[in-house]
């Protein structure tokens, strides 16, 4: 089940939308909790099972590192028990996200043929490991008290508006939530506005770019240009794609009384790529900062190991997005730029007002285009065709056939990436509330009709971040 769904939309949705609201309060943790786990048994009717096997094990190893912390036993003390735990889920996320690409690879070191296993990803696996990560490490760090109510853990680990692609929300920013939130009609009506503001990004802009990317995989009739026109229309549906999912998550959360983490803050209007990583996807950046970064030793060290804590970093931080060469390829590809802005790049950027735009713009576009290839072979010969290397002719007639069917697209979605729309409609509110609060009415009126008429259509839905 997606959020961009007639089903999630106009069946699941009012269910638990009337549930929530007429239950007593103490009853609504265990309405959001069954809820989120009818949710994710839509889509993974068995991997329900390993997701409640992860929290009963995060529920009883939280616990444990709390006890052996204030007992200080030589053996069973708070560190190992973190060490044992982060081990478990460590291993459990390595087998099901790993295993072909260790398998294949091993096949290509050592010339033998080991049959893949192709298990089935489960949906979301990369975000909840995260978060009990983050619950477990800091309960060890006495950031917070283990939680001792099973269902208030279930439903921080489980809950359905960030369960399968975040944003990664920190134990300690709900903690309280848990067990004491209000649902005012205030969050509630931020939380529909951001709804639905997320699903019009979602369906009107990331699907129909979403078809675009599909369009040109398929053709026969490839040119330089078209390879530009498809890698702009990428980097715009991924950055729709995933914001309007987080937008929707955040909206969602909003409703229900929670206050998740903003994920994204108008990433494209960056001036360098090391402040690109502080406004996209906002929450996975934090999270590798706090448990892994930091830890290392973050930039209190030597030159050469802080360089190493950004590459290794940025190692994992493209293993996390997939299993596959091409993602390490491209973690390692802005790590390295990370590393040059941090040294001396950044100073001179600062001084180039038109350079430091259009710089990290252009970075940006060619690393999703290794991000989206199928592999490493394949992203380089998408490169080499993009700057004219191949065999490739600068225009096609199907380039400027669909350069006129989704150039208005693309345009919409390059202003859509900046804080415009936003600034104009702070303007006019302040200038004429009565009216800006009328307009935000209809329009949002207006996008719900429009999102509800393509998805009815049985347009293209897919959702990016699924398969991480």
């Known amino acids: 089940m997606v959020f961009s769904g007639i089903v999630f939309l106009y069946y699941f949705l009012p269910c638990v939308f009337l549930a929530y609201f007429v239950v007593p309060q103490k009853l609504k943790n265990i309405i959001l909790l069954l809820a989120s786990l009818f949710f994710y048994a839509w889509g993974e009717p068995v991997y329900v099972l390993l997701m409640l096997f992860s929290v009963l094990i995060c529920y009883y190893a939280g616990i444990m590192i709390e006890k052996a912390s204030e007992r200080q036993q030589r053996l069973f003390n708070s560190k190992n028990v973190l060490i044992c735990a982060i081990t478990l889920f460590t291993c459990i996320f390595i087998f099901f996200k790993y295993t072909d690409f260790i398998i294949a690879n091993i096949n290509a070191a050592v010339g033998r043929e080991f049959p893949l296993r192709h298990i089935v990803l489960p949906i979301g696996i990369s975000f909840y490991t995260f978060q009990i990560i983050s619950y477990l490490v800091d309960v060890y760090r006495r950031d917070v008290p283990a939680q001792r109510n099973f269902l208030s853990l279930a439903l921080y680990i489980c809950m359905f508006p960030?369960?399968?692609?975040?944003?990664?929300?920190?134990?300690?920013?709900?903690?309280?939530?848990?067990?004491?939130?209000?649902?005012?009609?205030?969050?509630?009506?931020?939380?529909?506005?951001?709804?639905?503001?997320?699903?019009?990004?979602?369906?009107?802009?990331?699907?129909?770019?979403?078809?675009?990317?599909?369009?040109?995989?398929?053709?026969?009739?490839?040119?330089?240009?078209?390879?530009?026109?498809?890698?702009?229309?990428?980097?715009?549906h991924i950055y729709f794609d995933f914001s309007g999912y987080s937008d929707m998550a955040i909206g969602l959360g909003r409703i229900f009384g929670f206050v998740f983490p903003e994920n994204f803050n108008y990433p494209y209007i960056s001036k360098s790529i090391t402040e690109f990583w502080r406004r996209w996807h906002m929450s996975l950046g934090t999270w590798f900062r706090d448990y892994l970064y930091i830890p290392l030793g973050g930039n209190r060290t030597s030159k050469i190991r802080w360089y190493r804590n950004i590459l290794l970093v940025w190692l994992l931080t493209g293993l996390w997005h997939g299993a596959s060469w091409n993602f390490v390829v491209w973690g390692l590809y802005f790590a390295v730029?990370?590393?040059?802005?941090?040294?001396?790049?950044?100073?001179?950027?600062?001084?180039?007002?038109?350079?430091?735009?259009?710089?990290?713009?252009?970075?940006?576009?060619?690393?999703?285009?290794?991000?989206?290839?199928?592999?490493?072979?394949?992203?380089?010969?998408?490169?080499?065709?993009?700057?004219?290397?191949?065999?490739?002719?600068?225009?096609?007639?199907?380039?400027?056939?669909?350069?006129?069917?989704?150039?208005?697209?693309?345009?919409?979605?390059?202003?859509?990436?900046?804080?415009?729309?936003?600034?104009?409609?702070?303007?006019?509110?302040?200038?004429?509330?009565?009216?800006?609060?009328?307009?935000?009415?209809?329009?949002?009126?207006?996008?719900?009709?429009?999102?509800?008429?393509?998805?009815?259509?049985?347009?293209?839905?897919?959702?990016?971040?699924?398969?991480?």
Not at 390 to 399: I, Q, V
Not at 447 to 466: I, Q
Request: proline share 3%; aromatic share 14%; hydrophobic share 50%.
């Open 162 to 236: 960030q369960l399968i692609a975040g944003p990664i929300v920190r134990y300690s920013a709900v903690a309280t939530q848990l067990s004491d939130r209000k649902s005012t009609w205030e969050m509630v009506e931020t939380g529909i506005s951001r709804f639905i503001f997320g699903l019009s990004k979602k369906v009107l802009i990331a699907n129909e770019l979403g078809k675009l990317c599909d369009i040109f995989c398929e053709s026969k009739e490839l040119s330089v240009l078209y390879y530009w026109l498809y890698a702009v229309a990428f980097s715009c």
């Open 337 to 468: 730029f990370l590393i040059l802005e941090k040294s001396w790049l950044l100073k001179k950027l600062n001084k180039l007002k038109i350079i430091n735009h259009l710089y990290p713009v252009l970075l940006l576009i060619i690393s999703f285009v290794i991000f989206n290839a199928e592999s490493l072979s394949a992203a380089i010969l998408d490169l080499q065709n993009m700057f004219g290397m191949g065999e490739l002719p600068f225009y096609s007639k199907e380039t400027g056939y669909q350069l006129r069917n989704y150039g208005f697209t693309i345009v919409i979605a390059m202003i859509g990436s900046t804080p415009l729309a936003a600034v104009m409609g702070k303007k006019l509110q302040n200038a004429a509330p009565k009216a800006s609060a009328v307009i935000k009415i209809l329009l949002l009126f207006l996008l719900m009709l429009l999102s509800t008429a393509y998805l009815v259509s049985g347009s293209f839905n897919p959702f990016l971040y699924f398969r991480f």
